[in-house]
């Protein structure tokens, strides 16, 4: 119901950065919502980083910020984006369908027999998604791959990938991380969901993070820090990359995993805690939007 | 990186053998002088997989990921998803096994249009032992949904899968032998893929064979002759998907088969004929391979010997299911 309300069009009308950031707000709620119901409609889903990342996602698909056009989904000159954290697919389809890729009322199958929406993207299956993730470590490179490919071609359109932050643990990303380094890849942007938690604790309880900016600095990023709920900042960071010319980029957006929901916020618990139909009506009420597909 | 195996023809004339790897390394620099999607990954194996002439050819397309078999399969990923036709060259034993869930996710559940050049697998890399023996890749790769598994006979052959390969949809694993073998195909040769090659005829029993077995089992295959046998030889070249025809034809036809490859017969050649042939048409099987364990030391040429591998080994199991000789 909001997709109408929330074209491309009418973002572009909005010139006021406050404005957009307001209605990149509601948006990325919705998102929130919508992956909320998803989980609780299936009983399995991963409600944390559904919602630390709901806002990274609104700004890229619903922000403008990614050249995609859901009506060609693979439309050869389009920016691709590979979702690293699959295990947050409630966000990630939620924004993938309200982005115009397939029809809202799909979001209902959520992990049911036989739907294109399994618990993890499948990119023969699902319009708009670039790679089949879930196992973590996979994104980054096939991200650098890709940002490969459009050298190869001689092609201008722009790599991005979510990570989380516990992800980083695989050290795959770092086989990645060297070879966007040692190929210069000005056309990748790395973004990690910094939300401090894993599945079990906290990251830097488990295996740390930090310091993790001058990790991916030493790796030859060029790397900013941002706050990964200001959507005036994500919008403004998003838009201008690279950071550096010959540089692949790095944000850290610092988030909040559970970040809208009270009774979710920071707690180790809702990395996949399902709601309940009460907990439910409580976060439609703090985030302030309806999902009514 | 490893160092080059010397290997020993023993009985079997020098000049009349050749390594696949020079016509795989060709036929890949021929195909990306014709077409601007070819394009190659290496793992620090420039001179493994005889990829220096491709790169000082086609430096744009050609990436060294360095030592990092987990990010080679992502990147060929995602090259193919940016319209380019990866090949991923690598020595077998390290890409395959250390990379296998990428292999699994990122190729194979993806449906990735990536192909897999497993380069001097089997037991090919000889005294330098099991670490960098391949003899497991056949039966992973062969479970793993949508993947293609090929392995060529002679550099003829390989010259044709390659050239097939660039058509094929979806990955593909192709294993390249660096141990020295015979030509048996005629320059004439046109691959199908899935489908058997009868390199004889006969009525007595079967030989099925790839890679660099298959000039053996045709050895063989002379020995039996002036035994009065007539063996059946197939090159079953392509193990997924398997010919299932001409194996079921074979077992009605002939009084049984003997299976001959250079890799685990659990899960390989073997355990795939086996499984047709249970379902299908149950017949005698021998099943000649490397059994449950890791090979000793010693060359190539050695351990195909020492795991019964030879001719004569070849010979003996033919004998066994005719009915004569024990």
Redesign the interface.
Known sequence: MLREELTEREFDKVSLPEERAAWLQKKANWIRLSAMTMTHHSKLGHTGGDLSSADILATLYLGQVLHVDPDQPHW?QRD?FVMSKGHCSGAFYSTLAQRGFFPLDQLKTFMDPLSMLNGHP???KVPGV??????L??G??????????????NEAWR?FVLVGDGELQE??NW??A??AQ??NLDNLTVIIDRNRLQQGDFTEKTIRMEPLADRFTSFGFAVKELDGHDHFALLDAFTRVPVETGKPTCFIANTIKGKGVSFAEGKPAWHHGVPSREQLELAKKELGVEVTW | MVSPVAFENRGLEKHSLSDCREAYARALEEMAEEDGRVSVVINDSLSSAKMKNFKAKYPARFVNVGIAEQNMVGVGNGLANGGMIPYLCGASCFLAARAMEQIKVDLAYSNANVRICGMSSGMAYGQLGPTHHSIEDLAWMRVLPNMTVIVPADPIETAAVMRYSIEHKGPMFIRISRIPVRVVHSGDYKFTLGRAVTLREGDDVTLIANGVLVSRALDAADILASEGIQARVLNMSTVKPLDRESIVKAARETSGIVTVEESLVAGGLGGAVAEVLAVEHPAPMRMLGIPDTFAPTGTAEFLLDYFGLSVKGITRAALELAGIGA
């Open positions: 050869e691709r499948d990119r023969n670039e790679a089949n993730t879930g196992p470590g996979h980054l490179p096939i991200s650098v791959g890709m940002a490969l490919a459009a050298r190869m071609r790599v050290g795959s086989e990645a060297m070879c040692q190929y």
